[in-house]
C-alpha cells in the first residue's frame, strides 16, 4: 500500500515538474521570440530611415548639382571670368595702343646708359597707361599684373623675371585715344625722356592683343588640365 501511494505521489510530482518545465521552456522561447521580434522591428525601423535620409540627401545633391550648374553657366561663370581676367590670367583684346621704345641712335656725351631705356622708363609708360585706364597692359609679351616687376641691370631688364630687350613693344586695350594723350601730356612721360634721345613711338590701333599671365602655379595647372 505505501509503495502504490510512494509510486503515485511520485508520479504526481514528475508530472508536475515536467509542466513546470514545459512552461518555463515556452516562456524563455516567447521571451526569445518576443526579443528577437523586437530588435527585428527596431532594425527595419532604422533602416527606413537610414533610407528615409538616404533619399533626402540624394534630393540635396541633386539640387545642389544644378545650382551649381546653373551658377557655372550664369552668374558664376562670368563672375569668374571677371575675377581671371582682373588677375590677368586671360588674354584680353580690344581696341588700344602699341607703344614702342627704344635706345637713343644719337652718342651724346658722358654716361651712354643715360641714352638706354632702363627699367624705370618703361614703369613710367606702364603706370601713365593704367592710370589712363588701360584694361591690360605687356611688354614684350609678358603681361602686367599686380605683382609684376620690371628691373635691370645695366642694360638688361627684366619683367616677371623673363629678359627683354629692346625695342620695347607696350601693347595696352583700352581707350586709344586716351592712351596716346596720357603718354603725349606736356611734361609727361615722352617729354621727359626726349632730351635723351630715347625714341618713343605710339600707333593707335582697332585690334590689340595683350597676352595672359603665364607665371603663375594657377595659369600652368589651368594649361595642363587643357
Same mark, same amino acid.
Given at each position: 500500500?505505501?509503495?502504490?501511494?510512494?509510486?503515485?505521489?511520485?508520479?504526481?510530482?514528475?508530472?508536475?515538474?515536467?509542466?513546470?518545465?514545459? &512552461?518555463?521552456?515556452?516562456? &524563455?522561447? *516567447?521571451?526569445?521570440?518576443?526579443?528577437?521580434?523586437?530588435?527585428?522591428?527596431?532594425?527595419?525601423?532604422?533602416?527606413? *530611415?537610414?533610407?528615409?535620409?538616404?533619399?533626402?540627401?540624394?534630393?540635396?545633391?541633386?539640387?545642389?548639382?544644378?545650382?551649381?550648374?546653373?551658377?557655372?553657366?550664369?552668374?558664376?561663370?562670368?563672375?569668374?571670368?571677371?575675377?581671371?581676367?582682373?588677375?590677368?590670367?586671360?588674354?584680353?583684346?580690344?581696341?588700344?595702343?602699341?607703344?614702342?621704345?627704344?635706345?637713343?641712335?644719337?652718342?651724346?656725351?658722358?654716361?651712354? $646708359?643715360?641714352?638706354?631705356?632702363?627699367?624705370?622708363?618703361?614703369?613710367? &609708360?606702364?603706370?601713365?597707361?593704367?592710370?589712363?585706364?588701360?584694361?591690360?597692359?605687356?611688354?614684350?609679351?609678358?603681361?602686367?599684373?599686380?605683382?609684376?616687376?620690371?628691373?635691370?641691370?645695366?642694360?638688361?631688364?627684366?619683367? $616677371?623675371?623673363?629678359?627683354?630687350?629692346?625695342?620695347?613693344?607696350?601693347?595696352?586695350?583700352?581707350?586709344?585715344?586716351?592712351?596716346?594723350?596720357?603718354?603725349?601730356?606736356?611734361?609727361?612721360?615722352?617729354?621727359?625722356?626726349?632730351?635723351?634721345?630715347?625714341?618713343?613711338?605710339?600707333?593707335?590701333?582697332?585690334? &590689340?592683343?595683350?597676352?595672359?599671365?603665364?607665371?603663375?602655379?594657377?595659369?600652368?595647372?589651368?594649361?595642363?588640365?587643357?
Amino acid at each position: 500500500m505505501m509503495k502504490k501511494q510512494y509510486s503515485a505521489a511520485l508520479t504526481a510530482t514528475c508530472v508536475i515538474l515536467g509542466v513546470i518545465i514545459g &512552461v518555463q521552456v515556452n516562456t &524563455v522561447k *516567447q521571451q526569445r521570440m518576443t526579443t528577437e521580434n523586437q530588435r527585428l522591428s527596431e532594425a527595419i525601423l532604422a533602416l527606413n *530611415q537610414m533610407q528615409a535620409e538616404r533619399d533626402t540627401l540624394l534630393e540635396q545633391n541633386k539640387a545642389l548639382e544644378k545650382t551649381v550648374k546653373e551658377y557655372q553657366n550664369g552668374t558664376l561663370g562670368a563672375e569668374m571670368e571677371q575675377l581671371l581676367s582682373f588677375a590677368g590670367l586671360t588674354e584680353v583684346s580690344g581696341a588700344g595702343v602699341t607703344v614702342t621704345m627704344t635706345d637713343s641712335s644719337s652718342k651724346g656725351s658722358g654716361d651712354m $646708359n643715360a641714352y638706354l631705356v632702363h627699367a624705370e622708363d618703361l614703369l613710367a &609708360v606702364v603706370n601713365e597707361l593704367h592710370g589712363a585706364g588701360a584694361e591690360a597692359v605687356s611688354i614684350n609679351g609678358q603681361r602686367m599684373v599686380g605683382k609684376s616687376a620690371i628691373t635691370c641691370a645695366g642694360s638688361i631688364v627684366m619683367v $616677371n623675371g623673363v629678359r627683354v630687350a629692346a625695342p620695347f613693344e607696350i601693347k595696352a586695350v583700352g581707350d586709344a585715344a586716351v592712351l596716346d594723350s596720357a603718354l603725349h601730356f606736356p611734361g609727361g612721360v615722352v617729354d621727359n625722356l626726349a632730351p635723351w634721345g630715347i625714341e618713343i613711338s605710339v600707333r593707335r590701333e582697332m585690334a &590689340v592683343v595683350v597676352p595672359a599671365y603665364t607665371q603663375t602655379a594657377l595659369f600652368k595647372a589651368a594649361e595642363k588640365e587643357e
